[in-house]
């Protein structure tokens, strides 16, 4: 079985410009969440996702946002990139609806911001 | 106050001792509490879940909750070369709203010496 596909895993992009980050979660898994993964604040969660809906969002602007697909892939897109938005962006995906707390983490998206 | 603390480390350990990893949490309502291991490079994997005050083992590993306290632990019993990663302390509000979002701690750095 497939597990939590991100893509792409490494991109470099200037201050100002935007970014596109997909994932395909594991087959039958309707729950997506993102995360952001930094050596200063750990790993933050960025938004949740599911059945197409967003469920739940953190403390981030609103730069950043997300979408999913009918199929559960999902997308996160950051606009008008700064210097801190430099990290490694996780996906997870769940089976469970809710609260198993069983999430499969996808090998993440590096972003580095110039 | 971080709403999840945990102590960065490095925490060193010998081959074959007993690890004993800490966790505080400040949101009371909290109601399910996850421990994942992330070796370097690569992404969290889940490894332990409580729900119940007290203990619950799996294999070498050990969770502690102590929900009056605010507290969860971890104990990693005949500690390997293997065992050697960072520890991610994770709580849910357990609630269906707050669907599968998890709060991480910041991790704490195990180093098993042979």
């Known amino acids: 079985k497939a597990g939590v596909t991100q893509t792409p895993r490494y991109l470099i992009k200037t201050r100002g410009q935007q970014v596109t980050l997909s994932c395909s979660p594991i087959?039958?898994?309707?729950?997506v969440s993102w995360y952001q993964q930094t050596p200063g604040q750990g790993l933050q969660f960025l938004f949740e996702y599911f059945s197409e809906t967003q469920r739940n969002k953190g403390n981030f602007p609103g730069r950043f946002s997300g979408r999913q697909f009918s199929n559960s892939r999902s997308e996160m897109n950051v606009s008008t990139l700064e210097l801190g938005d430099s990290a490694l962006y996780l996906c997870a995906s769940s089976l469970a609806e809710t609260n198993t707390g069983e999430l499969f983490f996808g090998e993440g998206s590096r972003l580095t911001v110039l | 106050q971080k709403e999840v603390e945990q102590n960065s480390g490095p925490l060193s350990v010998p081959e074959g001792a007993i690890a004993s990893l800490n966790c505080t949490y400040s949101?009371?309502?909290?109601?399910?509490f996850f421990w994942y291991r992330q070796y370097s490079g690569k992404s969290p994997e889940l490894i332990m879940s409580i729900y119940s005050n007290g203990d619950k083992e799996d294999g070498r590993f050990t969770a502690q909750l102590n929900k009056a306290s605010q507290y969860v632990s971890l104990l990693i019993r005949d500690s390997q070369p293997s065992d050697s990663a960072t520890y991610l302390c994770?709580?849910?509000?357990?609630?269906?709203?707050?669907?599968?979002?998890?709060?991480f701690g910041g991790g704490t750095r195990v180093l098993v010496k042979p």
């Open positions: 994770a709580v849910s509000r357990g609630i269906k709203a707050a669907g599968n979002k998890l709060t």
């Open positions: 949101d009371r309502v909290s109601q399910s």
């Open positions: 087959s039958g898994h309707r729950s």
